[in-house]
């Protein structure tokens, strides 16, 4: 089959009215459903809304990190649910307020630490 003027302006308007594809594929009949959704990606028409829910906000992941957020790890690295914090970091440094205040901790607080762990 071809794409008449007619069947694209079908497409269009049943794409706008957030009909899946597959839908519309039956409705205009004679296409495959990835046939619509290619068509429909042509024609610019992606940017309805999509029926795939969002994930809810649970910080960052590594891929959406950038210099300016805190790569504190948050969770367990084999959970799914493991994220950085993501909060605003302090200038220079790749930790928020709260968590350069747990990894830069008091020289002499650590030296202790130190100690502790030598004579183990
Ligand atoms: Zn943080």
Not at 3 to 8: L, Y
Not at 15 to 43: F, Y
Not at 105 to 117: E, I, M, N, Y
């Amino acid at each position: 089959m071809s794409w008449t003027d007619e069947r694209v302006e079908l497409l269009k308007s049943m794409w706008s009215q957030g009909m899946s594809a597959s839908e519309i594929a039956d409705a205009l009949g004679d296409i495959s459903r990835n046939a619509v959704i290619g068509k429909a990606h042509r024609l610019g028409l992606s940017g309805r809304p999509s029926p795939i829910k969002k994930k809810p906000n649970r910080g960052a992941t590594i891929l959406a990190l950038t210099e300016r957020m805190c790569k504190w790890p948050v969770g367990d690295p084999r959970h799914q649910d493991f994220h950085f914090c993501g909060k605003t970091a302090m200038a220079g440094m790749p930790y928020c307020a709260e968590h350069a205040a747990i990894a830069y901790q008091p020289a002499s607080k650590k030296r202790a630490d130190d100690r502790k762990v030598g004579a183990a």
